[in-house]
């Protein structure tokens, strides 16, 4: 690098100061394919420096969603920097693709980046960059109210976080469990105006931002902003119908089994996760501590590489973990880009979920801590998400035989056994998710009654042996809790995508673990390299959507979970 182009000199939030570095970017002379190479590495220092200040101010407002100081921050970057970094980003993209020396990059590791950026330049217009900022500023204010939601569940002297309140769901005590479940929902019911007029906001502007770019529709638009090169939205529907055909009937005999054991005619909502044999509900940790403790023993017997990087967050504020009022619902992780620094973000209550959440976040730092030596950010940042989220559901997969680090062996394959039933829900809930989505994309000025309407529909078509009877108004929107409808519209079906390939290589690390894993790691030091379906393959998996590959995995699970 040039010693005159050095971003670790400047405030990365003050657009003057990263307005000459990018501009000299623009500037600079390039008279060959390897002074092509050798710009794409200044400009993807630069960027990571960029990604890593808006990753801190992220960090800062998700963690005290109440803390004006780090709103104000975060806001004022994307007021103030995003909108003219988009706008000299598309330059330089377009100074890439246009270059008379790219062509002889397309036949190496350049291949996938200049794809991407071909698709980039074909949706970027200068008018969509002031309305991502006003979506910037609606994700946030979701983020903000549901943060501050706490709910007063009998039995409880102080009042509980969402998070919290899901703890109750699990106890054998069918009332307090109803108790629970309803004053979630009726806490949702109260704000469901506001969530409401956020998401009409967002779906003006982002369906504004679809007809800027020339498509019909912003489900088109996303699809191609997702960079889905492999796979159209007809192919996402016939998932649907797909998870419709053979997983629903899986869930429906699973639930009907639950019905039984719990002696009830029919399931309600507060029935799906409680323990059937009315057993107290699963306690792995009682302080965060025990959580941390527990899940580097889990990792050290996976692979002894794997605990040293998990161990290595453990100080310098890597782990943020605990649930607690006026923090931002979820879980993620984010990677410092220049420092490669990992952090993980999640809302940890007590219960197994939390095992499994830090489990999922943990597979995405070993994926970024692995792909760190790629040299372009592009590889490191812009992962395909079909792929980055087998990394974590893989990790899921992968420590399941290891959950002995935090129960005695009847409770560790209790807890095996309540996984591989939550991945069964898990695709039935992802594809009614992204049917959603669908439709309310491309079924621009519906109203607020058509779109309950419509989500009641698909309830009916994807849930089974539930009795709603009476719940109706409750559960109508019971969307508005999905933070990635609001914040990552579309970013959903890669979860049901990528648990095809977690439950291929969980069918595959049973028969040889040592290889499985091998190639899984070798997969992840690929970063985004690769298209998706090469990717899959480096992994020794399958990249299918079709019914046959989810049916066969469907009878795995079905033969796992016999009675």
């Known amino acids: 690098m040039d010693d005159t182009f050095d971003p670790s000199t400047v405030d990365r939030a003050l657009w003057e100061e990263l307005r000459p570095l990018y501009r000299s970017l623009l500037e600079r002379p390039i008279a060959s394919a390897a002074e092509l190479r050798r710009w794409l590495l200044d400009r993807s220092e630069l960027d990571a420096a960029v990604s890593e200040k808006r990753t801190n101010l992220n960090i800062a407002t998700t963690s005290k969603t109440d803390d004006l100081a780090a709103k104000e921050a975060f806001l004022s970057f994307v007021a103030g920097v995003e909108p003219e970094h988009q706008e000299l980003s598309a330059a330089l993209d377009r100074r890439i693709v246009d270059s008379p ?16 950026l071909r698709g980039a330049l074909a949706l970027f217009r200068q008018e969509n960059i002031p309305l991502q900022a006003e979506l910037s500023g609606l994700e946030q204010e979701y983020i903000e109210v549901s943060g501050a939601l706490t709910v007063r569940v009998p039995g409880s002297d102080e009042p509980m976080t969402m998070a919290q309140a899901s703890k109750q769901l699990t106890v054998s005590d069918r009332g307090a469990r109803e108790a629970a479940w309803r004053a979630q929902q009726g806490c949702y019911r109260r704000v469901g105006p506001t969530f409401d007029r956020i998401f009409d906001d967002m779906l003006e502007l982002r369906g504004q931002q679809a007809v800027n770019a020339g498509f019909d529709n912003f489900r088109d638009y996303q699809h191609l902003r997702l960079r889905r090169f492999d796979y159209s939205p007809a192919d996402c ?15 429906r005999t699973l639930r009907e089994r639950r019905a ?36 580097s023993r889990v990792f050290h017997r996976l692979r002894p590489e794997l605990g040293q990087i998990f161990d290595s967050m453990r100080s310098g504020g890597g782990l943020d973990l605990e649930s607690r009022p006026g923090k931002a619902p979820g879980g993620y992780h984010s990677h410092g880009q220049r420092t490669q620094r990992p952090f993980i973000f999640m809302n940890a209550a007590g219960t197994h979920h939390d095992v499994v959440a830090l489990m999922h976040e943990a597979g995405h ?27 974590s559901m893989g990790m899921e997969m992968l420590t399941l035989p290891h959950l002995g680090e935090f129960y005695p062996p009847e409770e560790a394959a209790r807890a095996r056994l309540g996984y591989l039933e939550e991945i069964v829900r898990r ?20 109203s607020r009654a058509e779109r309950r309407a419509y989500w009641s529909t698909l309830t009916r078509r ?27 519209p579309f970013y959903y079906i890669e979860y049901a995508i990528a648990q095809l390939g977690a439950l291929q290589l969980w069918v595959q690390a049973r028969r040889d673990r040592a290889k499985t894993l091998d190639k899984f790691m070798d997969a992840l030091s690929l970063g985004g390299s690769r298209p998706v379906p090469e990717l899959y393959e ?3 998996i399958r990249f299918d959507l079709g019914g046959a590959t989810l049916g066969a995995l469907m009878e795995e699970l079905r033969r796992e979970l016999a009675p």
């Open 260 to 295: 039984s054991a719990l002696g009830v005619r029919e399931l309600r909502p507060w029935d799906l996760v409680a323990d059937v044999q009315r057993r107290p509900p699963l306690r792995p940790w009682a302080r965060i501590d025990e959580l941390i403790d527990g899940s």
């Open 101 to 116: 020396y790219a062509p002889e990059l397309e036949g190496d590791e350049h291949r996938v980046l200049l794809r991407d």
């Open 365 to 391: 730092v070993f994926h970024s801590t692995l792909c760190a030596e790629q040299p372009l950010l592009h590889y490191r940042d812009a992962i395909p998400m079909e792929f980055a989220e087998v990394a």
């Open 427 to 446: 695709f039935v809930w992802v594809a009614q998710v992204d049917a959603f989505q669908h439709w309310a994309y491309t079924h621009r000025g519906h």
């Open 462 to 488: 994807f849930s089974t042996v539930v009795d709603h009877d009476g719940l109706e108004e409750l559960a109508v929107d019971s969307w508005h809790a999905q933070i990635h409808i609001f914040c990552d």
């Open 237 to 251: 529907e016939r998932f649907h119908g797909a998870v419709e055909a053979v997983v629903v009937p899986l869930q």
């Open 538 to 540: 480096a992994a020794g």
